[in-house]
């Protein structure tokens, strides 16, 4: 049987560990880049969950460039794990973009205190700095788009990307055992 482009497409999409694993990472990579663009460009300065949320997008893009360099090597199955684990670890990240989005609409309270003043009370006098930082607050939207905020479309992005991860690794792991 011959494959046509779509099927060409589908392969390259759930059956290549190097293509998944570049895909994995350069949108953490992608996400974080556009985090330090509002952040540092914009000057919308993050809250404590929009720093939280940073971090599991850090270890997907670690997961997804070992597991590229992995499946270049040609030990597909080492980076089927990775992929996986970089999908476990998207979902993980997308309940934290939801639990934030939800704080954002005021559905709940954060966990965390939204304070930017460092606590280190040998310098100086402690009150007067908490006084002079202007905190940023979780449960407010300081940018969104069609009604979604930044946590909000981290929220999407993340579920998305942990299910590509997920199955993208079981499918990569049943074509290396020929099934």
Sequence with gaps: ??????CKITDLFLHDARFAALLLAGLSLAALAGAYFFQYVV???PCSLC???RVPHAL???LGLAAFILAYKGKVKPAALLIFLAG???LG???LAAYHAGVEQ???????EACTA????KSGNLLQRLEQTAAVRCDEIPWSLFGISMAGYNAILSLGMGIYGILGAILITRRSNGL
């Design 51 to 53: 720093l939280l949320q």
């Design 118 to 121: 460092p606590v280190d009370p």
């Design 60 to 62: 997907i893009a670690a």
């Design 106 to 112: 005021h559905w709940w309270v954060s966990f965390l």
């Design 1 to 6: 049987m011959r494959c046509n482009h779509f």
């Design 43 to 45: 000057g919308l300065a």
């Design 93 to 95: 990240e997308s309940a």
């Design 88 to 90: 476990i670890t998207a």
